[in-house]
């Protein structure tokens, strides 16, 4: 079992990712709608990967990167942002700060399932609870 947090306050957003997941056996979907609930459930459940919309109402997807990558324990799981910012300055910025992949919206179903393939195919699955 593979465990997704997917960090984002958009209701449209959640749900379509969440049916995108539906389909995709042996991946539990956590949502949060806010950052620090977001940097919490990571800490929790350790996940395989996570996916982090930029603008949040409590704090910017750039902390919770740069506070992930700054703690030992959540260092080495793959953050995929997904963000409307499509600018290439964002984009190696993001990267440049510990980003796995950087998904623009309207977000490309495919790439997003190539992306999410390719990272459970280097981790190793947990046993479902």
């Known amino acids: 079992m593979y465990t997704v947090v ?4 958009n209701v449209a957003n959640l749900k379509l990712i969440e049916r995108i997941f539906d389909r995709r056996s042996g991946i539990q979907l956590i949502a949060a709608n806010q950052g620090r609930m977001g940097l919490e459930l990571i800490r929790q459940n ?10 949040l109402p409590d704090m910017n997807g750039i ?4 506070e992930l ?3 030992p324990l959540t260092a080495s799981i793959p953050v995929v942002v997904v963000s409307a910012d499509a600018t290439p300055g964002q984009r190696q910025r993001l990267l440049a ?14 790439e997003l399932l190539q ?9 190793t699955p947990r046993s479902a609870p």
């Open 63 to 66: 902390e919770i990167l740069s």
């Open 97 to 110: 700060a510990g980003a796995h992949s950087y998904l623009t919206k309207p977000l490309d179903i495919l």
């Open 115 to 123: 992306v999410v393939d390719t990272i459970c195919d280097n981790a």
């Open 69 to 71: 990558a700054n703690d």
């Open 46 to 55: 350790r996940p395989t990967m996570v996916l982090l919309d930029l603008h």
């Open 6 to 9: 997917h960090i984002e306050d």
